[in-house]
């Protein structure tokens, strides 16, 4: 994949989120004024609630890991640590984010495209912790039982953008083909190092 391609990718990625985040927003303020009509609160309710929540998150992480770079524009902790947190409400992986500067959008699409990937290594939970060594990226991974073998770590390791059009590559592991590319696009490599109690990946 050329820089222009990976531009584009970026363009459709940012595309989709922004046009589902006005549904969303519809969807959220029609469940605001059910409840002020005096709608009597049901499971049913709560599920749609909570359902529009996550997707609300999902949307708001992905709009920054797939979306377009940006060496300029800067996010802060309180933004960062919002979406995460609101992220992994509910999952088994906490996850803890160290930074405490304003960083840019490409290095915070650096981190959430590598979380997405220690996240996969990680499908029984554990801690997963984030921050910044020598103005690099480094994710521990800290877990019982972590699965770092496949193909989609070979891909992310030895930058194999020949994967790129293997049918076999399945769409949950795109942020294995993605975080090799914006990493490359910036100077960077990536490392996995194998410890006693987990991992480290770093870029």
């Known amino acids: 994949m050329g820089e222009h391609s990976l531009q584009f990718a970026a363009l459709v990625g940012s595309r989709i989120c922004h ?10 303020n029609g469940m605001e004024l059910m409840g002020m009509s005096g709608l009597a609160a049901s499971p049913e309710m709560a599920l749609i609630s909570e359902s529009v929540d996550a997707a609300n998150a999902r949307i708001r992480f992905f709009r920054i890991a797939y979306g377009a770079p940006s060496t ?9 640590t919002s979406i995460l947190k609101d992220m992994s409400r509910g999952a088994r992986l906490t996850l803890h984010w160290d930074p405490v500067e304003d960083l840019s959008r490409s ?7 590598a979380i997405q990937c220690a996240q996969q290594a990680m499908p029984y939970g554990g801690t997963l912790s984030v921050r910044r060594a020598a103005q690099r990226w480094e994710l521990t991974m800290d ?8 193909a989609q770590w070979d891909t992310l390791l030895n930058a194999a953008e020949d994967m790129l059009g293997d049918p076999a590559t399945l769409p949950a592991h795109v942020q294995f ?8 696009a910036i100077g960077r490599d990536i490392h996995l190092l194998r410890e006693d109690a987990g991992a480290r990946l770093c870029v």
């Open 107 to 113: 290095e915070v699409q650096l981190a959430f495209l």
């Open 143 to 150: 877990a019982e039982r972590l699965s770092l073998d496949g």
């Open 19 to 28: 046009d589902l985040i006005s549904p969303l927003g519809a969807i959220n």
């Open 177 to 184: 083909l993605l975080l090799p590319l914006h990493a490359k």
């Open 72 to 80: 300029t524009q800067l996010l802060g902790r309180g933004e960062i």
